[in-house]
Each structure stands twice: as structure tokens, then as C-alpha cells.
């Protein structure tokens, strides 16, 4: 059984950095693609970035430069870097992962993943 669970969310001050986790079971991050979104209140969810299998990463470009996906597949684990934070950066952030091993490039379509975790408040103060 697949599961995703996001941890690591929590109030932070404009400009600062928050680390998010993703750490699931019933497969591994190094075989799949695995994704991060973000639904600020009251709008649609919106893509941050994939993580394919093989550790390729793809950005949303409005994203790029403050947003950093790693992964620790020792612990199989992956993370979400969110730096110079915004108070439009405010939201519950969400890991997916979907079965297939490669994300392909600029491909961020939500529903092409199957598998969810509950998601982790951030809140971004000014």
C-alpha cells in the first residue's frame, strides 16, 4: 500500500527558508516520480516541482531560484527547500508520486498522479 507523508511545515517570517519532507511506504523514491504542489487558500493547487526517479528535477519557472527538490534515498526520502519565503508562498504543500519512473520535462499536471499525502501547513508572515 502506498503512502506519502509530509512533515516539516509551520509558521516562518518573509525571507526566511523552510524544509519540507516527504517520506513514503509501499515504494521508493529512487523508481518513481514524485511531485510537490501547493494550494494557497482559496485557489487552485498549483505545481512547485517533480522529482523523477532518477533524480532529475523540473522546476515551475515561476518557482525557480528559490525552490530546491532533493532527496535522501538512503532514508528514502524527499524534501522540498523553500528559500526568500513570501507570504504568497503561504499554503499546505502536498507530496504525490505516481508509478511511472520518469517525470518528463515541464510536466506538472496534478491529476496524472495517483498517490497523495495529507499535506503540511506553511504559513508565511510578512
Known amino acids: 500500500q502506498v503512502r506519502l507523508v509530509e512533515s516539516g511545515g509551520g509558521s516562518v517570517q518573509s525571507g526566511g527558508t523552510i524544509k519540507l519532507t516527504c517520506t513514503p511506504s509501499?515504494?521508493?523514491?529512487?523508481?518513481?516520480?514524485m511531485g510537490w504542489f501547493r494550494q494557497a487558500p482559496g485557489k487552485d493547487l498549483d505545481a512547485v516541482g517533480t522529482?523523477?526517479?532518477?533524480?532529475?528535477?523540473w522546476y515551475v519557472h515561476s518557482q525557480e531560484g528559490r525552490v530546491t527538490i532533493t532527496h535522501d534515498y538512503a532514508i528514502n526520502t524527499l524534501y522540498l527547500r523553500l528559500d526568500a519565503l513570501k507570504p504568497e508562498d503561504t499554503g499546505v504543500y502536498y507530496c504525490?508520486?505516481?508509478?511511472?519512473?520518469?517525470?518528463?520535462?515541464?510536466?506538472?499536471?496534478?491529476?496524472?498522479?495517483?498517490?497523495w499525502g495529507q499535506g503540511t501547513q506553511v504559513t508565511v508572515s510578512s
Open positions: 504525490a508520486a505516481k508509478d511511472e519512473y520518469v517525470c518528463g520535462k515541464g510536466n506538472f499536471d496534478s491529476s496524472g498522479f495517483p498517490y
Open positions: 509501499g515504494f521508493t523514491v529512487d523508481m518513481h516520480c
Open positions: 522529482h523523477s526517479g532518477g533524480g532529475i528535477r
